[in-house]
């Protein structure tokens, strides 16, 4: 399964992006996809997730009400919808594939992913 995200770019506070995730491979469906990020000198952390189907959600506290993850199975691609943003939301925001979660989706850490997309940089300025 390859990865690869899009959408990242520069924006006012207050303001919206979308970022995408293209989901190449066979069984593309078979997998949790999550948004993870990682601020200048920052550790990556966890941002949002979906479930296979897409039915099942979950979103770090800090991104409620703002951030909002979708998944199109039809064309392989997941989406995270961001809006309000904040200075602080600026990183660079990181697509994964956990190949073995459970059916609900929670909070995903960086050792469960099995695949990896490139990073696309979001700036917020004030």
């Known amino acids: 399964v390859q990865l690869q995200a899009s959408g990242g770019g520069l924006v006012q506070a207050g303001g919206s992006l979308r970022l995408s995730c293209a989901v190449f491979?066979?069984?593309?469906?078979?997998?949790?996809i999550g948004w993870f990020r990682q601020a200048p000198g920052k550790e990556r952390e966890f941002v949002a997730a979906?479930?296979?189907?897409?039915?099942?959600?979950h979103y770090v506290d800090s991104v409620k009400g703002r951030f909002t993850i979708s998944r199109d199975n039809a064309e392989n691609t997941v989406y995270l919808q961001m809006n309000s943003l904040k200075p602080e939301d600026t990183a660079v925001y990181y697509c994964?594939?956990?190949?073995?979660?459970?059916?609900?989706?929670?909070?995903?850490?960086?050792?469960?992913?099995?695949?990896w997309g490139e990073g696309t940089l979001v700036t917020v300025s004030s």
């Open positions: 491979g066979r069984n593309q469906r078979s997998y949790i």
């Open positions: 994964a594939a956990d190949r073995d979660g459970p059916a609900a989706a929670g909070s995903l850490y960086l050792n469960e992913m099995d695949y």
């Open positions: 979906v479930s296979r189907s897409g039915a099942s959600i």
